[in-house]
């Protein structure tokens, strides 16, 4: 089933050195992300739709990148694999069954956070509502938009909420940037440690 909650404690618990098993804290990360978020919803409040069409065409395509990756590992969990002799063989092989665990919840994790920011940039994409102009002379509607021309109270929500959501949009964007490069990184990292390394070749 799928659980939110669990892929994000999952994927928070690969943050540590994969030969000293040591945590590394993500403190600094959230509050680095954070205050950059800030920062860009500061200085750029709006954003042009044509970036955020492109935004969604290169989300379309790092989801089909890690969905294929997903595929892969699935496939690779069906294979049937020689358990080594040594003891020092069985270690390594429990470390890198432990890592590919990981990297498909890694990958979960990316996935969640760019359906995430699919979301806000189309609802950044989204038309403001407008009243039909064969309602605006109805009692209520009337004093409705009477309202919204004579009272501060709806820019002021107005600002609010768009400055809000664009701190979401940027902080999301930014979390993809990094998840994005996390997963290539350990998907790479893993097929290192899987093939025992590699000889670099002559070229």
């Not at 009477?146 to 909420?161: C, D, E």
């Amino acid at each position: 089933m799928f659980n939110i909650e669990s892929i994000i404690r999952n994927n928070n618990a690969t943050f540590y050195d994969f030969d000293t098993r040591k945590r590394r804290s993500q403190k600094p990360r959230v509050a680095v992300l954070t205050a950059l978020s800030i920062a860009l919803a500061i200085l750029c409040p709006k954003v042009s739709d044509n970036l955020l069409a492109g935004f969604l065409a290169v989300q379309s395509i790092l989801l089909g990148f890690t969905f294929n990756v997903m595929f892969f590992l699935v496939g690779q969990n069906k294979e049937k694999i020689t358990e080594p002799q040594s003891i020092e063989g069985q270690l390594r092989a429990e470390r890198i069954k432990t890592l590919y665990h990981e990297l498909f919840y890694n990958v979960s994790y990316f996935n969640l956070v760019a359906i995430m920011s699919i979301i806000t940039a189309t609802g950044l994409l989204l038309p403001t509502m407008e009243v039909p102009y064969f309602l605006q002379h109805v009692g209520f509607f009337q004093s409705y938009l009477h309202w919204l021309s004579t009272s501060t109270v709806p820019t002021v929500i107005g600002t609010i909420f768009n400055d809000s959501l664009m701190f979401v949009f940027y902080l999301l964007a930014c979390e993809v940037v990094f998840s994005i490069a996390r997963v290539i990184g350990r998907t790479s990292f893993y097929f290192e440690r899987k093939m025992g390394g590699v000889s670099p070749l002559d070229c």
